[in-house]
């Protein structure tokens, strides 16, 4: 080959990657923004929801007692759910899709629910009869009434949060398709759930324990309502489903091994969870409700802006051909763009 025609194979090869750079970080942009709407949707019905909660339960023992139950079976929304089950499936899915394998990905996308609902059953299971040994481990401060709502509560909202782990599977698919606005948005049927049972049970002039109680039930309802909202999307756009708990399906051992270490990443940040929960069940009554008011609170800045743009540019990072410059573009544009959100809201604090 002549130096000549080199030169002229390596501009097309640069003018092929810069295309493919601008292209599909102006979709990440687009992306970003649609997942950015439905968080900012669903944190402001969060905040609606805890508004409402601490508008009739405020920091009392029933407070303390429902905190705790959503916080103990959180183990299997954090480890099995959205950051774990992103992580570990939508790369090996949407590699599938990007290389026309569409009836291999209906198999991995099938075989991938169903180990995930033959797990989540096992978890809920063993939460519905270990209740309170794990309530006593977790919230060694509770004692007497606090401790036995707690336990009612955990066997209560359990379920409603294994059906979110199938929430999160539905997320992976939509998102794997660029459908990103319905999934982000659907925990607003969530929280609404609480809020109606809530409501409801205020205006029937409930007991403080009662409306707690018909909180967790909203939270069980609300957990399989959003999955049921997105389900009909993921069989629109999934037409090669086909639900079994194989692991012999193709890409299954390749989502297993990636699952490890992002359950290993999630375990960390899950550990210290309980670490908080643990520390404040000792300290006076409310301390474990004012926690999770606050913690609403302090993570909408992270879901809006740093969430939105990891969850836009994963699948089409996925899809993308290995090519160092094409994913260093998408990489430093979406941090570029996280710093410069996180740098306009320290500007706005400074000037007031």
Known sequence: MSAESGREAEG???????????????????????????????????????????????????????RAAIRIPNLLQNLLGEGSLSAAFIPV??????????????????????L??????????????????????????????????????????????????????CLGILNSHGRFFLPYVAPVVWNLAQVAAVVAAAVAHWTEADLATAACW?????????????????????????VSPSTRAPGVRDVLRRFGPAVLGRGTV???????????????????????YAQVLYMLPISLFAMS??????????ATPRSLGVCGTRVGRGLAGVLLHASHRRLLRAGR
């Not at 270990?130 to 709502?149: D, Q, Y």
């Not at 389900?231 to 756009?237: Q, W």
């Open 12 to 66: 097309e090869i640069a003018g092929e990657v810069s295309t493919t750079a601008r292209g599909p970080t102006a979709e990440g942009a687009r992306s970003a923004a649609v997942v950015a709407a439905g968080i900012f949707l669903s944190r402001v019905s969060g905040l609606v929801r805890e508004m409402v909660l601490a508008g009739f339960l405020a920091t009392g023992v029933a407070a303390d007692a429902f």
């Open 93 to 114: 899915y949407s590699r599938m899709r990007a290389e026309g394998r569409e009836q291999d990905a209906g198999r991995l996308a099938g075989a991938v629910a169903g």
């Open 309 to 318: 743009v990891a969850a836009a540019e994963l699948p089409a990072l996925s």
């Open 116 to 169: 995930l609902a033959a797990v989540a059953a096992l978890l809920v299971l063993v939460a519905l009869f270990a209740a309170e040994p794990l309530t006593a481990i977790l919230a060694p401060g509770f004692s007497g009434r606090a401790h036995e709502l707690t336990v009612d509560f955990v066997r209560i909202a359990t379920a409603g949060v294994g059906a979110l782990v199938l929430s999160a599977w």
């Open 270 to 292: 899950q550990v210290m969870a309980y670490v908080d929960l643990v520390l404040a069940s000792l300290l006076a009554v409310g301390a474990v409700a004012a926690l999770g």
């Open 218 to 242: 909203g939270v069980l309802v609300g957990g399989f309502a959003q999955f049921l909202v997105q389900l009909p999307s993921v069989l629109r756009v999934e037409r090669c489903l086909v």
